[in-house]
């Protein structure tokens, strides 16, 4: 089983639609979540972290649940600008480092059409 | 801005080469991490080094090694190539905190190494 699995799309959607993606992740350890997002051919950018309580930074809102070790993001008013690969990305069992590893998911594909 | 630089962006190798890849981290940062990514697929984690030292290291074969010097920068090797090690090569910085967590990573934007 993979360590962050997420839906790989591609999610296709019209402007001003809603969009929901989900993930999954394995390590009931974790302590830290974020959503990252990909452009094509770009490196991966923070998009926002995740907490228990819930984020909402804008047009965009992330929960997390540990009991079911799933968090999720929604995206309201999909803009066309919006479309980019978005990684789910929790932080991995730290052994002596000076920081924690990154655990990524394999990215869901987001597409908004006009 | 003093964001993280690699280099170089784009390179061809054959198998059984070998291939040094660059990283400067953002300024004020010291932590460096190395990530290969597949096409198609989610950074995976290689390394990480801090204050001149490898600190952890993921599911990777000796065959992939680093330094870091005393400037914060960072090389990786990768040795005798296989047309698997195609991907993209991502450096990310951070700075080292003593509490494990929610710590930021500044993303280059990459070299991408193909394998003939």
């Known amino acids: 089983r993979k360590e962050v699995e997420q839906d790989p799309g591609p999610f296709n959607v019209p402007e001003g639609a809603t969009v929901a993606f989900n993930c999954t992740y394995s390590n009931s350890a974790s302590q830290s979540f974020f959503w990252y997002r990909q452009d094509c051919r770009k490196e991966p950018k923070l998009l926002m972290s995740v907490y228990s309580s819930g984020n909402e930074d804008g047009r965009f809102t992330a929960q997390l649940n540990r009991a079911s070790q799933y968090i999720s993001l929604l995206i309201r008013d999909s803009k066309l600008s919006d479309s980019a690969t978005y990684l789910c990305v929790v932080n991995g069992k730290n052994y002596g480092g000076a920081t924690n590893k990154l655990i990524f998911g394999t990215g869901t594909l987001l597409a908004v059409q006009p | 801005d003093a964001g993280v630089t690699q280099s170089p962006t784009h390179l061809i190798k054959t198998r059984g080469q070998q291939v040094t890849l660059r990283c400067s981290p953002k300024?004020?940062?010291?932590?460096v991490s190395w990530y290969q990514q597949a096409l198609g697929q989610g950074p995976q984690f290689i390394f990480q080094?801090?204050?001149?030292?490898?600190?952890q290291r993921g599911n990777f074969p000796d065959r992939f090694s680093g330094h870091q010097f005393p400037n914060y920068s960072s090389e990786l090797n990768v040795n005798a190539l296989l047309l698997g090690d195609s991907a993209l090569y991502l450096c990310?910085?951070?700075?080292?905190?003593?509490?494990?967590?929610?710590?930021?990573?500044?993303f280059g934007a990459g070299s991408r190494l193909t394998v003939l």
């Open positions: 990310a910085s951070s700075l080292a905190v003593e509490y494990s967590g929610a710590n930021v990573l500044t």
């Open positions: 300024s004020g940062h010291d932590t």
């Open positions: 080094y801090y204050e001149e030292e490898e600190r």
